[in-house]
């Protein structure tokens, strides 16, 4: 079964103050590892997809790293509109995406 | 380019009752998945339609269902409803009929059950 473990749960940053979001993964054959943002109520919005140990993906503030068991997701100088829950996801040995919990990350002005 | 849309935004329902929720693919896309999202929890497959058959399902009992129609749009039809079905549903829409390409979701209908 494929399982996938984000942490923190919920970050708090200043404005500016860069960090890292990880999520850990176990799953039988990886065909692809998704990264999320969810703002309340809403539904997620598409950030990036890795789909081998060593690519890295980079849109604005964010940055997205893959190894062969976990990715992380680099925040630099984040701002106030950063604020949302990022969600991670893996396609493995089913025909299905396999979700994390999320972290929520709250930036402070 | 349009995206992924979904009826109704808010439902609330009782306990034993039947919904259908709707969803509108994005344009050029062929394959819908449908999701549930509990409050804190991260999605949960429910199942994936490719050119109007189900091509894979999640731990849901029968009484979750769907269809997908010729112009690729869905729909997720629940019977039976309980409590625990309370929750933001999602669709999302992708190329292809495999889980490796970008799924991008539609806002989501909140299912309030009572």
């Known amino acids: 079964e494929d399982q996938v473990t984000q942490s923190p749960e919920a970050l708090r940053l200043q404005e500016g103050e860069s960090s890292s979001l990880n999520c850990s993964y176990t799953?039988?054959?990886?065909?692809?590892l998704f990264w999320y943002r969810q703002d309340p109520g809403k539904g997620p919005e598409f950030l990036f997809t890795l789909y081998s140990a060593g690519e890295e993906k980079e849109k604005e503030r964010l940055k997205a790293t893959l190894t062969k068991k976990e990715s992380f997701l680099h925040i630099t100088a984040p701002k106030p509109e950063d604020s949302a829950t990022y969600l991670c996801?893996?396609?493995?040995?089913?025909?299905?995406?396999?979700f994390g919990k999320g972290t929520m990350l709250l930036v402070s002005p | 380019e349009t995206g992924v849309t979904q009826s109704p935004t808010h439902l609330i329902k009782t306990r034993g009752q039947q919904v259908t929720l709707r969803c509108s693919s994005q344009s050029g896309h062929n394959t819908v998945s449908w999701y549930q999202q509990a409050l804190g929890q991260g999605p949960q497959f429910i199942f994936q339609?490719?050119?109007?058959?189900?091509?894979g399902r999640g731990n849901f009992p029968p009484r979750f269902s769907g269809l997908q129609f010729p112009n690729y749009s869905s729909e997720l039809n629940v019977n039976a409803l309980e409590l625990d079905d309370s929750a933001l549903y999602l669709c999302?829409?992708?190329?292809?009929?495999?889980?490796?390409?970008?799924?991008?979701f539609g806002p989501g209908t909140r299912l309030t059950v009572t």
């Open positions: 996801a893996v396609h493995g040995g089913y025909s299905t995406l396999t």
């Open positions: 339609y490719y050119r109007e058959e189900e091509n």
């Open positions: 999302a829409s992708s190329r292809g009929g495999s889980s490796s390409y970008e799924q991008y």
């Open positions: 799953v039988s054959g990886l065909r692809g």
